[in-house]
């Protein structure tokens, strides 16, 4: 039996992980392979982690590492050194990581520091934006991996364009060469899976007390929150359009920020805590249209059907802007603004993130 210590820590880590671990729990013994689920503790409220758990089925953590907040190098650096004590003392074959947060690089990190191979789930992906936290963390992981499990064919792209494959050569070590393989998007099997759990999903805009139609918005990312002339734009954008309903699960960061700096939103605005996954894929599902910085949004807005505006000035999901599905607005009050009015929904729906059996691929490969 070969074991795979994932790592994870923050919210859309754990809707991915919800997809492997149950493929894991139920074929694991067949292929070989157990899993032991590390949660680094990044994120701790009830409703940014163990919703998700409770919700999706995902196996109780064999270990909490309970980092919580903390500035980057505080947060990462502590995460690295209790990995790495786990690391040592489970022996692992395998160090599995997802997606771009501070999570995903202590995992990489620790593991590749101790020789183990690393798997990078949803590998490959850019925004060419290095300023972000989220692209040093995929660029490093990307560099520290051995399995690069790439969701798009623009994924595998950015790799050939960047020569990590070549990180490889006669006489270097396992844990340095290249195994890339599409294997899909692991959300995309996530929200086909997870959709059939939700009963009734009209019914949950009556739950939340938002009238139909209405519109969906996040924001978390740093380059909005953190940047008072950019989260101001985004603001007086959302102030403008008062003539719609928007329902707003806010993040606890954005909620934090919008106090401190005095961002007031109009009636038409509905804010909220945040939801369970459920509840987000019943909204998703029932919306009129998504305003969003994040990443996972962007897609199930596509995988729901909806039209996207991105309010961010670049996305590593460049398909969906090419085949009309998103809109990217930036922080452009009027061109925010504009998308919305403007927001249609495409008379196609491409096949762009694979056939839904990501976590399959996945595990029949590390097998
Ligand atoms: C992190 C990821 C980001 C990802 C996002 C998903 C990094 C660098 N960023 O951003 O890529 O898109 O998760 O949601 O890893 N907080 C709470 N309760 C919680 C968690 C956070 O109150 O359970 C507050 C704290 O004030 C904390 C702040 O949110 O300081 C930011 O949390 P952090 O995990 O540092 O970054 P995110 O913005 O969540
Ligand atoms: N999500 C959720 N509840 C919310 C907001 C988001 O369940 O209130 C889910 C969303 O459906 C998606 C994931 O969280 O599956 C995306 O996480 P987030 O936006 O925090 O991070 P990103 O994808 O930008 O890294």
């Given at each position: 039996m070969k074991e795979i210590l994932t790592v994870v820590g923050a919210r859309p880590q754990f809707v991915k992980a919800a997809v492997l671990s149950r493929y894991l729990n139920e074929n694991g013994e067949r292929l070989g392979l157990r899993e032991c689920l590390v949660h680094t503790g990044q994120h701790y409220d009830d409703n940014m982690s163990e919703v998700f758990f409770r919700e999706m089925g995902i196996?109780?953590?064999?270990?909490?590492?309970?980092?919580?907040?903390?500035s980057h190098g505080k947060m990462t650096g502590e995460m690295l050194a209790l990995l790495e004590a786990i690391m040592l003392e489970r022996k692992p074959d395998i160090v599995l990581v997802y997606g771009d947060t501070n999570s995903t690089l202590a995992g990489a990190l620790a593991a590749s520091k101790l020789q183990i191979p690393v798997a990078h789930v949803?590998?490959?992906?850019?925004?060419?934006?290095?300023?972000m936290p989220e692209e040093q963390n995929r660029r490093l992981a990307d560099q520290l991996s051995t399995w690069l499990f790439c969701p798009t064919a623009t994924a595998i792209a950015n790799l050939d364009e960047e020569g990590i494959?070549?990180?490889?050569?006669?006489?270097?070590?396992t844990a340095d060469r290249k195994r890339v393989t599409n294997v899909g998007d692991i959300m995309y099997e996530a929200s086909l899976y997870y959709r059939q759990a939700v009963s009734a999903p009209e019914s949950v805009a009556a739950r939340f007390s938002v009238r139909v139609p209405f519109s969906l918005l996040t924001i978390h990312r740093a380059e909005n929150t953190d940047d008072p002339t950019r989260l101001h734009c985004i603001a007086d954008a959302i102030e403008a359009l008062s003539d719609r309903t928007i329902l707003f699960p806010v993040h606890p960061r954005t909620r934090k920020i919008m106090a401190a700096s005095g961002v007031h939103l109009g009636k038409h605005v509905r804010q909220i805590d945040p939801v369970g996954y459920l509840d987000m894929i019943a909204l998703e599902s029932t919306c009129e249209l998504v305003l969003t910085d994040s990443g996972g949004v962007q897609k199930e807005a596509f995988f729901f059907g909806k039209p996207c505006i991105t309010l961010?000035?670049?996305?590593?999901?460049?398909e969906l802007v090419d085949s009309g599905w998103n809109t990217l607005a930036g922080a452009d009050t009027e061109k925010i603004i504009e998308a919305v009015r403007a927001a249609t929904v495409p008379a196609n729906r491409p096949a762009?993130?694979?056939?839904?059996?990501c976590a399959e691929k996945i595990a029949r490969e590390l097998a």
């Open positions: 196996p109780t953590p064999d270990v909490n590492l309970a980092v919580g907040s903390g949803e590998a490959c992906l850019r925004s060419y934006m290095m300023a494959r070549d990180l490889a050569g006669p006489g270097t070590p961010r000035d670049a996305t590593e999901w460049v762009l993130y694979g056939d839904g059996a």
